[in-house]
């Protein structure tokens, strides 16, 4: 994997928006999908068509709250492919006190975006629906460190280089986006013993 000084400040800061969502929720259900479309528009679909259904599915995330409800934080890295076209990897993170059954609300967000968003251009896969044992989705819990170690692990993939869309040819285009930080917690509580 290709670490350059621009992923590098890309994990590390998607780490700490991590941190921030773990600091505020006690247990994420953190759901991933891969987002893209059939062929042949695949072939066809400009950064400009993508970056507005990609637009269009974080917006009504406030009014869709069928899927939506609890929604926490997300984390989108957009990606190109001669065999794929552009095509998005998906983290969507749910307050995990509310929402239990990842594979479910990973089925939910994909049919929105073939369905919906795409109007039937497009398509997904459930990457909850696998079992591997270090792919870091699914619930993860405050205390469980190996968990969130993998979490990390695949937050590092997510914003390598390989397969990046080159930010440089429009100022205006980010290849990964995501939500706000959360504010910290001012409520005086006990302190979490674990920490990332």
């Not at 709250?65 to 929604?71: G, K, M």
């Not at 699914?138 to 969130?148: N, T």
């Not at 001012?186 to 979490?192: I, K, L, Q, V």
């Amino acid at each position: 994997m290709k670490i350059t000084k621009r992923s590098k400040k890309r994990i590390a800061s998607t780490k700490e928006y991590i941190d921030a969502l773990q600091e505020k929720h006690s247990k994420l259900c953190v759901v991933r999908l891969d987002m893209g479309y059939k062929k042949p528009y695949s072939e066809e679909m400009s950064f400009k068509e993508v970056h507005k259904d990609i637009n269009r599915n974080l917006n009504n995330r406030r009014n869709n709250q069928s899927i939506y409800e609890h929604n926490v934080g997300y984390i989108l890295k957009k990606e190109y492919t001669e065999d794929k076209g552009i095509h998005i990897h998906g983290i969507f993170i749910f307050d995990g006190q509310k929402v239990q059954k990842d594979v479910h609300k990973a089925d939910q967000i994909g049919k929105y975006w073939e369905e919906q968003i795409t109007k039937g251009k497009g398509t997904y896969y459930n990457c909850n629906k696998n079992s591997y044992p270090e792919h870091g989705i699914g619930m993860i819990d405050y205390s469980d460190k190996e968990k969130r170690e993998n979490l990390d692990k695949a937050i590092s993939y997510l914003c390598k280089d390989e397969q990046h869309i080159n930010e440089d040819l429009d100022k205006n285009f980010r290849s990964i986006v995501r939500g706000a930080k959360p504010k910290k917690k001012t409520n005086a509580g006990r302190p979490r013993s674990n920490k990332f």
